[in-house]
């Protein structure tokens, strides 16, 4: 007698700290046979799986070192077919700037049933943590989320820098580390500021994060010259001084 399938839970783990993931998620987590987790996931966060959970590393380093995304999806459908509960825990939220969307496809072509658990995305949580509100009655009524590292395959959906810069208000960079440099001199050319304040954070909300400040004309030296690295995104807008001393 074949198994019934197992169901899929896509659960946002949030942007580091622990805490901040969501109640459902925590539940689902505590109660599921096997966890597929993500490389940003706190491993103080993985020991509230059950003993007996299987645990999975479906981790990326920079640079593409890991399992492919068709074998973390066919890791997903083989344990839910065998009829187990299978907790796809993702860093931040699973639709943001995540593979998620392409995991619950997989799932869905395999007839397994599937939910979503939403995270704290670090597009949010980073610059919360940091103290720099994304929207501020005196300086920014607009937020834009952008990835600093586009697919394989961009031709599709490219960034569009030129809306991107010209939007104004506030600008969140995701995965932005590496190119750093190309993207401010890019907004520097599509009519940004040079002088306009910007802030890397790395290590949103664990225990070794760091605010980086500068400006769009020399952030990309500054975070170079101390060793910037990802995990970290970036704030580019005035909100970025709204309740931090530019000092600092």
């Known amino acids: 007698m074949t198994a019934q399938p197992g169901t899929v839970h896509l659960v946002g783990a949030g942007p580091g700290d622990p805490g901040l993931i969501t109640v459902r998620g925590q539940r689902i987590l505590?109660?599921?046979?096997?966890?597929?987790?993500?490389r940003l996931v706190s491993p103080e966060l993985l020991e509230s799986a059950k003993p007996d959970a299987k645990r999975l590393s479906a981790g990326k380093a920079p640079g593409?070192?890991?399992?492919t995304q068709a074998q973390i999806n066919a890791q997903i459908v083989e344990h839910a077919?065998?009829?187990?509960?299978?907790?796809?825990?993702?860093?931040g939220d699973p639709f943001v700037f995540g593979r998620g969307a392409e995991e619950i496809a997989a799932v869905a072509a395999a007839g397994i049933p599937w939910d979503v658990v939403p995270g704290v995305t670090s597009a949010v949580a980073a610059p919360a943590a940091a103290g720099i509100p994304l929207t501020h009655r005196d300086w920014a009524s607009t937020a834009t989320l952008?990835?600093?590292?586009e697919g394989e395959d961009t031709?599709?959906?490219?960034?569009?820098w030129?809306?991107?810069?010209?939007?104004?208000?506030?600008?969140v960079i995701l995965m932005g580390v590496a190119t750093l440099a190309t993207t401010t001199a890019r907004l520097m050319a599509e009519?940004?500021?040079?002088?306009?304040?910007?802030?890397v954070i790395e290590w949103a909300t664990w225990p070794d994060e760091r605010v980086t400040l500068g400006t769009l004309a020399d952030i990309a030296d500054t975070a170079r010259r101390i060793g910037v690295r990802n995990p970290a995104v970036v704030v580019v807008g005035p909100v970025v001084g709204a309740l931090r001393d530019?000092?600092?």
């Open 30 to 38: 505590e109660s599921a046979d096997v966890v597929v987790y993500d």
């Open 64 to 67: 593409g070192r890991g399992p």
């Open 81 to 91: 077919r065998a009829g187990r509960s299978v907790c796809r825990l993702k860093g």
């Open 146 to 149: 952008v990835t600093g590292h």
């Open 155 to 160: 031709s599709s959906a490219p960034v569009d």
């Open 162 to 171: 030129a809306a991107v810069a010209a939007g104004g208000g506030t600008i």
């Open 191 to 199: 009519g940004r500021r040079p002088t306009e304040p910007v802030a």
């Open 246 to 248: 530019d000092s600092a």
